[in-house]
């Protein structure tokens, strides 16, 4: 069975920093990952996907992630926050590219002034 | 092009009385698949279909009912509703193959999502 563990539900950062957010994966096959952004009131946007192509992926955004086999991570990062990106985060999960996603737990990202 | 569209957007129900969301999306998707959405839960599998006449059971599919009659619309019932599912739903569909682009326009192996219906079961 495939899952994804989200660290830190909260995650605050001034605007114009970094930010991490964090996903840990576990696949008994090679997965499919993507990353969700969920706007306040509204449903999921693909920000971005690894299909075992390159391991650093360019979303949409500013955003990209990178997928680390040695550490079963696909953390999410954005050099310089914007007070646009806030929102919930989603890391998820699938077999296959069109199969059923299993999701994470989701991070809240708040960006400070 | 509309994308998925659910609805009603809002809804509140008394406990044991029945209801039917519905999804559409016009993305000619093979694909589609009903979420919940409870806090710090993230979002969990209730039912999907593969294609039209088809469904199957995701990971919380107790107390809901699914029918794909047509490929493009997929109905989530609720027969006898509970407070326990108070809850977002959302909607989503994906197309077939694993790479590329669909005839629609919508990229392969990623799931386009509905803006969501919000339940309350008094």
């Known amino acids: 069975a495939q899952s994804v563990t989200q660290l830190g539900s909260h995650v605050s950062v001034s605007e114009g920093a970094l930010v991490l957010l964090r996903c840990n994966y576990s696949?008994?096959?090679?997965?499919?990952l993507f990353w969700y952004v969920q706007y306040p009131n509204q449903g999921l946007q693909l920000l971005l996907k690894?299909?075992?192509?390159?391991?650093l992926v360019k979303g949409i955004n500013g955003f990209e992630a990178e997928f680390k086999k040695s550490e079963t991570s696909f953390h999410l990062t954005k050099p310089s926050a914007h007070m646009s990106d806030a929102a919930e985060y989603f890391c998820?999960?699938?077999?296959?590219?069109?199969?059923?996603?299993?999701f994470g737990t989701g991070t809240r990202l708040t960006i400070i002034p | 092009n509309a994308g998925v569209t659910q609805t009603p957007k809002f809804r509140v129900l008394k406990t044991g009385q029945s209801m039917t969301l519905l999804c559409a999306q016009d993305?000619?998707?093979?694909?589609m698949y009903w979420y919940r959405q409870d806090p710090g839960m993230g979002l969990r599998l209730i039912h999907y279909?593969?294609?039209?006449?088809?469904?199957a059971k995701g990971e919380v599919p107790d107390g809901y009912n699914v029918s794909r009659l047509k490929k493009q619309n997929f109905l989530l019932g609720l027969e006898s509703a509970a407070p326990s599912q108070t809850s977002v739903y959302f909607c989503?569909?994906?197309?077939?193959?694993?790479?590329?682009?669909?005839?629609?326009?919508?990229?392969?192996?990623?799931?386009?999502f509905g803006a969501g219906t919000r339940l309350s079961v008094l």
């Open positions: 279909s593969v294609g039209e006449g088809t469904t």
């Open positions: 989503a569909s994906s197309g077939l193959g694993l790479a590329g682009v669909e005839p629609s326009g919508t990229a392969k192996n990623i799931q386009y």
């Open positions: 690894y299909t075992s192509a390159a391991t």
């Open positions: 993305m000619n998707h093979e694909y």
């Open positions: 998820a999960v699938s077999k296959f590219g069109n199969e059923k996603l299993t």
């Open positions: 696949s008994s096959v090679p997965p499919y």
